[in-house]
């Protein structure tokens, strides 16, 4: 093998299958999930105990949520058009016939929420009176009637979590979740009865930022759980009390020192569970409340659990009926995410799908190393180092491979991508720069604002240490990242333009300004909350903007976008493609027409994803 012609076809990396998004059937017997089985994510059903996948949608765009009835073979998901994100919900029985449609506005976003306890009620999250606006409707799936349960004013993502228990027609509490920014959260609950609007009560008055994520009802339903950073840097185990509406009767159940992701509570009251994050890689602990004995779930290899694509999934791990069996996507560096299930408090979880690898064995993959390195004010940033292989005395290129979010993380799973660039011959390093998520609130709060320019500093010491290191060629390092990774893509190569010898923008911003007047009204608040608001802020977006010192860049680089992006719009793109074109700088400019917010078909990955490293190939050698 070759290091710049790996025996591995990029085909068959790029069709490597994935399932996550486990939810039970009623009796608990099967298990529905979302696949890219047919190189679109899809639903499907199998037997809880293993067996093979049976398809239950068929469309040409991806499904991304799906939710069992509690009380029939019945199943409800959400679709979008080309990307776009405007999800609509569907109706489905458990065998792919009798499939409707629930919501009937194009423009407006749906989420689905939660089943009321006899499955004739779904309660749900739409923008449709006001794009920039979440308001909570039901409706009763055998008549479609809708009603509005909360007519909501305040910006930020609103979600129905879960319906309490013993909630009957006439009679219903339901949990609402909502994040006015990515460290600043609230949970709600709706009371309400035959007709008219619910009775709001807010569940969590707090002054500042505070995090109440995860939540659930207890099994008796006068009490919630939730994960919650209240005067603490990391995310804890927390038990708050209801009826007591002018305070927050809060108890704490657990507290490690390491930032949790997932809280799932059990059914009958007996277990909690939870991922704590280890630098990226997770440990599933669950709980027994009567005793309050913590388990741990033995023998995963190292990885991560994988959530659902969906903004508003509050849990990526999901109990049985009976409260005996824990369900979860879980992924490592060399192994696809799959649907394992773990009988809580014995034994080890057991993988229940078999995604196809493509023909590609997991011993040919390189297993990341957790490392840190120095940065310009003396902390140290973790990241994921992909070695290639390299004989004695020999120097190899390096790809920075930088995370979305800004709030995001590289975790430890399976990027098929970066295991491709690996088999080329180059190294690859993740880091985790500050502003990422999973290490502690303060942390995640190192890069708001005006402190923007610091996170981009963070990725130029990656390049500084890089250089250090015997392995590397210090002259040919690339930096590489989507969404806002695609953001820091611009920014490094404007802010450090000595420091890289290419750049691949995926779906990134260029423009702060400009961004934040064109992506998506329900986004707006949210994104500015992080980044600096339009009104208070507009100079500080401008003079930190990539735009702004386009002339800059003299790397070549290659930039990828979905026509229907409705985050960061294509617009962000044209920019930077036009400034570069006028001025002779060698860029690649890749649009497609039926993607959004990145690529999900698998058609595309294949067009685009070659193109990438025939681009690196072509400008590092």
Not at 202 to 212: A, D, I, K, M, S
Not at 331 to 355: F, N, Y
Request: with cysteine.
């Amino acid at each position: 093998m070759t290091k710049d012609s790996p025996d591995v076809p990029f085909s068959r990396l790029l069709s490597i299958q994935s399932a996550y998004g486990p939810t039970f059937s009623a009796d608990g017997r099967r298990l529905a999930f979302i696949s890219n089985l047919s190189g679109v994510p899809q639903a499907y059903v199998m037997d809880a105990s293993g067996g093979w996948p049976e398809p239950v949608t068929f469309e040409r765009d991806r499904v991304g949520s799906l939710s069992w009835s509690p009380v029939e073979a019945a199943l409800i998901f959400g679709r979008d058009v080309g990307g776009g994100e405007n999800d609509q919900l569907f109706w489905v029985a458990a065998d792919g016939s009798g499939e409707r449609r629930l919501t009937h506005d194009d423009g407006a976003m749906h989420v689905f929420g939660a089943w009321s306890p006899d499955g004739a009620t779904i309660a749900f999250a739409a923008n449709r009176r006001d794009r920039s606006r979440y308001d909570i409707w039901a409706q009763e799936l055998a008549t479609g009637e809708e009603r509005l349960l909360w007519q909501n004013d305040a910006p930020g993502f609103l979600t129905p979590v879960t319906f309490a228990p013993g909630s009957q027609p006439g009679r219903a509490r339901l949990l609402v979740a909502r994040l006015a920014s990515s460290v600043d959260e609230d949970l709600y609950e709706l009371t309400f009865g035959a007709s008219g609007p619910a009775a709001v009560q807010r569940l969590t008055p707090h002054e500042g930022q505070v995090r109440f994520s995860g939540p659930g009802y207890s099994a008796d339903g006068r009490s919630i759980y939730c994960l919650c950073d209240l005067d603490r840097d990391w995310r804890g185990v927390a038990e708050i009390a209801l009826g007591q509406p002018e305070s927050l009767a809060l108890r704490w159940l657990a507290t490690p020192e390491v930032e949790i992701d997932n809280l799932a509570a059990a059914p009958d009251g007996d277990w909690l569970a939870w991922a704590e994050n280890h630098s990226g890689a997770h440990q599933i602990v669950a709980m027994e409340l009567a005793t309050g004995r913590q388990v741990r779930a033995a023998d995963l290899p190292l990885g991560a659990v994988v959530p659902s694509p969906a903004d508003f999934d509050q849990t990526s791990l999901k109990y049985s009926p009976d409260g005996k069996r824990l369900a979860f996507s879980f992924s490592s560096p060399t192994r696809t995410a799959d649907i394992w299930l773990w009988p809580v408090g014995e034994g080890s979880p057991a993988r229940v799908t078999r995604s196809s690898h493509g023909g590609v064995p997991p011993a040919a993959l390189c297993q990341p190393r957790l490392i840190e390195y120095p940065t310009f004010d003396g902390r140290q940033i973790p990241a994921w180092f992909y070695r290639a292989a390299t004989g004695p005395g020999e120097r190899r290129p390096v790809v920075v491979y930088v995370h979305g979010g800004p709030e995001g993380q590289t975790e430890a799973i399976l990027m098929p991508v970066l295991q491709y660039l690996v088999l080329c011959g180059y190294h690859v390093l993740a880091p985790n720069v500050r502003g990422s998520s999973g290490y502690g609130k303060t942390y995640m709060d190192l890069d708001n604002v005006e402190k923007r320019p610091d996170s981009v500093a963070d990725l130029a010491h990656a390049a500084h240490w890089l250089r250090q290191q015997p392995e590397v060629d210090g002259e040919r390092i690339v930096v590489y990242g989507g969404s806002y990774g695609g953001y820091m893509v611009l920014a490094a190569l404007t802010q450090y333009p000595d420091l890289w010898a290419a750049g691949v923008d995926v779906v990134g911003i260029a423009n702060f300004v400009t961004f934040l007047e064109h992506t998506g009204a329900y986004r707006r608040s949210v994104r500015e909350a992080e980044y600096g608001s339009l009104e208070h802020d507009r100079a500080m977006l401008e003079q930190i903007s990539p735009i702004r010192l386009i002339d800059r860049i003299t790397a070549p680089l290659m930039v990828i976008h979905g026509q229907n992006d409705p985050r960061v719009p294509l617009s962000e793109a044209e920019q930077v493609v036009g400034a570069l074109r006028a001025r002779g700088v060698p860029v690649e400019f890749l649009v497609y027409p039926d993607e959004g917010h990145g690529l999900v078909k698998l058609a595309n990955k294949l067009d685009a994803y070659p193109k990438v490293a025939e681009f690196l190939k072509r400008y590092l050698g």
